[in-house]
């Protein structure tokens, strides 16, 4: 099992960055896949970018494309969401989560992930 903490939202305006960083428990963090969501109030929680477990493969919905960047560094078990080109649309909770050991790839799917953080919110300010 894995535990997750999220840390490095914040009030920014829009144009900004911002980066989070998704710090885990335990001594095997390079065997989890992760993924990043958000939700923004009112709305489903949304798929924001995925990372294999060793970094080698990234995913991004059309929409996030080219502004985000997720990257991960297994020595410090943590993985860190990059925003930039922040719009005020971006405002959510953004989350972190955990595939199982057993899945290699991050994925687009929210069911996927058994173990999530408690989140950090993100305001983007116009």
């Known amino acids: 099992q894995v535990q997750l903490v999220e840390s490095g939202g914040g009030l920014v305006q829009a144009g900004g960055s911002l980066r989070l960083s998704c710090a885990a428990s335990g001594r095997t963090f390079s065997s989890y896949a992760i993924g990043w969501f958000r939700q923004a109030p009112g709305k489903e929680r949304e798929f924001v970018a995925a990372i294999n477990r060793n970094g080698g493969g990234t995913y991004y919905p059309d929409s996030i494309k080219g502004r985000f960047s997720v990257s991960r560094d297994n020595a410090k078990n943590t993985v860190y969401l990059q925003m930039n080109s922040l719009k005020p649309e971006d405002t959510a909770v953004y989350y972190c989560?955990?595939?199982?050991?057993?899945?290699?790839?991050?994925?687009?799917?929210?069911?996927?992930?058994?173990?999530w953080g408690q989140g950090t919110q993100v305001t983007v300010s116009s």
């Open positions: 989560a955990a595939r199982p050991e057993t899945s290699y790839s991050g994925s687009y799917f929210r069911a996927d992930y058994n173990y």
